[in-house]
């Protein structure tokens, strides 16, 4: 069973503008979440995190929102630059587990 | 400082045949981690290790064999290679448990078994 789930495999975006990855989970122990990115040929680097006591983490162009009653976490990315243009995992832990990960969505950011 | 190294990059194996991936991290990072990546599966953790000496089984260890003798390899073997381990595979590290440190990923060995 799939406990984090990313349900859009791609999403396309006009630069500038402001592109929402989402990312839903179903195990309520989760109390630790990120969100990696991935360059095709490399491995999938950390970009931003968020524990379950916050409902917003901001780092520059980048916001992870968690809305833990839909069991739900976003990754909001504005403005959207081409470089962005990547595949994006968000995963979770619970105390004394291991990550999870979801499958993955494919940003593209059209100039 | 290289962080996180595979070798090889690519490989080619027939049904059967036996290959061990190797990963090496230069941060001297106590945690390290085999993942696997299948197309709609996302990464799933195979195998990982809290320390030299240790390891431990992840979601999907079956086929799959680990060793970590220094505390800066961590080796993945497989005994008799099927085609279902055709995958990426990836080596991560932490200097933690991944709650207080982030993973940090090599660049991935890409695994075709005919």
């Known amino acids: 069973d799939q406990q984090v789930k990313q349900n859009s495999p791609s999403l396309s975006v006009q630069e500038g503008r402001i592109s929402i990855l989402n990312c839903d989970y179903t195990?309520?122990?989760?109390?630790?979440f990120l969100w990696y990115k991935k360059y095709p040929a490399e491995g999938p680097t950390f970009l931003i995190s968020?524990?379950?006591?916050?409902d917003k983490n901001e780092d520059g162009r980048f916001t992870v929102f968690l809305n833990k009653s839909a069991k739900h976490l976003s990754l909001h990315i504005v403005p959207s630059q081409p470089g962005d243009s990547a595949v994006y995992f968000c995963?979770?832990?619970?105390?004394?587990?291991?990550?999870?990960f979801g499958q993955g969505t494919e940003l593209s950011v059209k100039p | 400082n290289a962080g996180v190294t595979q070798t090889p990059k690519f490989r080619v194996l027939k049904t059967g045949q036996s290959m061990t991936l190797l990963c090496a991290q230069d941060?001297?990072?106590?945690?390290m981690y085999w993942y696997r990546q299948d197309p709609g599966m996302g990464l799933r953790l195979i195998h990982y290790?809290?320390?030299?000496?240790?390891?431990a089984k992840g979601e999907v260890p079956d086929g799959y064999n680990v060793s970590r003798l220094k505390k800066q390899n961590f080796l993945l073997g497989l005994e008799s290679a099927a085609p279902s381990q055709t995958s990426v595979y990836f080596c991560?590290?932490?200097?933690?448990?991944?709650?207080?440190?982030?993973?940090?990923f090599g660049n991935g060995t890409r695994l075709t078994v005919t």
């Open positions: 995963a979770a832990l619970r105390q004394g587990g291991k990550l999870i």
């Open positions: 941060m001297n990072h106590e945690y």
């Open positions: 991560a590290s932490s200097y933690g448990d991944v709650g207080g440190s982030p993973l940090h």
């Open positions: 290790s809290v320390g030299e000496g240790t390891t």
């Open positions: 968020i524990s379950s006591i916050k």
């Open positions: 195990n309520s122990m989760f109390d630790y």
